[in-house]
């Protein structure tokens, strides 16, 4: 009994972990989504298709970040 | 050659670390007393006089201590209790990599997705909706920019759990926790007088600089408060942007005043926690 509920428990604190990123991955996926709905109307990769598309400075900022914490982790470290 | 290494390192440290550190204090502080400015035209104590009578700098201070507070506190007990309880259980691989995962989110993000789900349009108040319990949007409570900050206080404690899990679950092996407490099991105390007398004195001698610090840390937050506050009180940071960001050029200078005080207090009270660490040391 006591191992049933150390079990549950330990469940629930991992589906309390994933929750968020897979959340994210829906909301990123999602348009259209109105209150009151449980579920978007449109399901898809069209968000992500327009980030890619039209948001120019994408890579460069994704490069610029790895740049930063790359110099940043090394420096400390170092120091 | 190992002093001279050290030197280099001190050196740098000095020029990286504490340097710009100095510089921006000081010329905050110039800022403050109208030294610095298009704005400004000398020493003047007015923009002091002016942020202490409007009191919206202690209102802040008092509003951002509470919530720091809280959320350390909860995160630190949460922490502790996971830690005696499910501490073999979290060293399953798989487990112990799921308790990595929520610090590789960042605060922002984070903010986002408590604001997702417990805004009034949020996933909560769908689900709420469904079950029948609401019948509009504004019917559910205020969970997020609410008067008792839950949104941020949730937010923090999603963030700042999982570091302290994983720094107690590492100073429970370290120190040898397990054998202490069977020790002290085997001299005649129970399991309550072992949690209380040996283990959680142990895990907090080890650990609370770093707790102090993570309370300074929350203090200063920035983009969790900004996304999740209210308008008033503001959490620290986000008033000192809203005053150094704001069009009006003579209203800089009350927000340097608040950067100036809040720097002068986190400072003393980051020098107070390491001194006492020193002194403990010392003492042992």
Known sequence: MKANWKLFFL?????????????????????????PALWPSYFGLRNWEQVVSSETGLISSFFVSTAISTCVATMATLI | MKSKASNIGFIFFGLIGILPFFAAFIYALLYSFGMVGAANSGFTTE??????QSGAFLRSLVYSTAVAGTSIIISVSLALWLTLKFRKELEVPFLSFAMYLPLAIP????????????????????????????????????????????????TFISIVTPFFLLLF?????????????????????NKQQTVWRVSLPVLL??????????????????????????????????????????????RLSEGYVVAVIYTVIVTTAAVLLFSRKNDVRHEG
């Open chain 2, 107 to 154: 605060g922002i993000v984070a903010a986002f997705f408590t604001f997702q789900l417990l805004a009034k349009a949020g996933f909560f108040s769908r689900i709420a909706y469904a079950f029948g319990w609401i019948t509009e949007a504004r019917q559910f409570p205020d969970l997020v920019n609410d008067p008792y900050a839950i949104g941020i206080i949730a």
């Open chain 2, 47 to 52: 923009f002091w006089v002016s942020i202490w």
């Open chain 1, 11 to 35: 469940g629930a604190l991992v589906i309390l972990v994933i929750f968020p990123f897979a959340y994210l991955l829906l909301l990123s996926m999602a348009s259209e989504w109105r209150f």
């Open chain 2, 205 to 250: 001698n080890k650990t609370w600089t770093l707790i102090g610090l993570y309370f300074i840390f929350l203090l200063g937050a920035y983009e969790v408060p900004l996304i999740l506050g209210q308008e008033s009180p503001q959490m620290l940071s986000v008033l000192i942007i809203r005053e150094i960001k704001q069009y009006d050029l003579s």
């Open chain 2, 169 to 189: 679950l590492n100073v429970y092996k370290n120190e040898r926790v397990e054998e202490l407490a069977q020790l002290s099991q085997s001299l005649g105390a």
